[in-house]
């Protein structure tokens, strides 16, 4: 019975002295765990910073509100304009822009393709558009010009002109009219990037 006793609280005892042991190891910081929670904060910093810039970039909503650019954009369609792409760049030949005709800041923006830049010489003749004396080469099928508008005798766009026509020739109000004439970087908008919702 005295065994039994002793036994017992020797074994409270060493409990005791095990609660007490100052000499335990600390547990190690574990660092790969650390460094995957900060590149998981760092990769959701990143993508809320490119959604932000998207937004910014790509916010600008526009109509197309005839059927001057079919078949590339049709009436009605909704299209995202990229407003920041000329702050760093200039328009190019072939890119499709939105843009206030004459400076109207009463009018609705209008969509039409760029097709001679600054510097260059553009005509139309024979139904065929000719930029620096060379016929252009159209990346889409359209039809022979019926009407070249002002570009029936060769005009030489100063600093800060572009000429600008629907993809539809026959079915635009463009920059061959007096009513739209060439467009300058003040009035663009942007660069039309696509419809929206996708098609």
Do not use: H
Request: glycine share 6%.
């Amino acid at each position: 019975m005295f065994t039994s006793i002793s036994n017992f609280y020797s074994s409270l005892f060493r409990r005791r002295s095990n609660g007490l042991n100052f000499n335990r190891r600390r547990r190690k910081i574990n660092f790969d765990k650390v460094q995957y929670v900060l590149i998981f904060a760092l990769e959701i910093a990143v993508v809320i910073a490119v959604a932000f810039g998207v937004v910014l970039a790509f916010g600008k909503q526009v109509e197309c509100s005839n059927a001057s650019m079919e078949p590339t954009y049709e009436t009605s369609d909704i299209l995202l304009v990229n407003t920041i792409a000329y702050k760093f760049s200039e328009p190019k030949t072939g890119e499709v822009i939105a843009f206030k005709p004459k400076s109207n800041v009463n009018a609705s923006y209008s969509v039409k393709r760029v097709i001679a830049v600054p510097g260059d010489t553009i005509y139309i003749n024979n139904g065929r558009i000719y930029i620096n004396d060379e016929i252009y080469k159209e990346n889409l099928e359209v039809e022979r010009i019926e009407n070249p508008g002002i570009a029936a005798s060769p005009i030489t766009l100063l600093e800060d002109q572009y000429f600008v026509l629907g993809d539809n020739r026959n079915s635009s109000e463009d920059s061959r009219y007096e009513s739209v004439g060439f467009v300058s970087n003040e009035d663009i908008l942007g660069r039309v990037w696509m419809t929206y919702p996708f098609k």
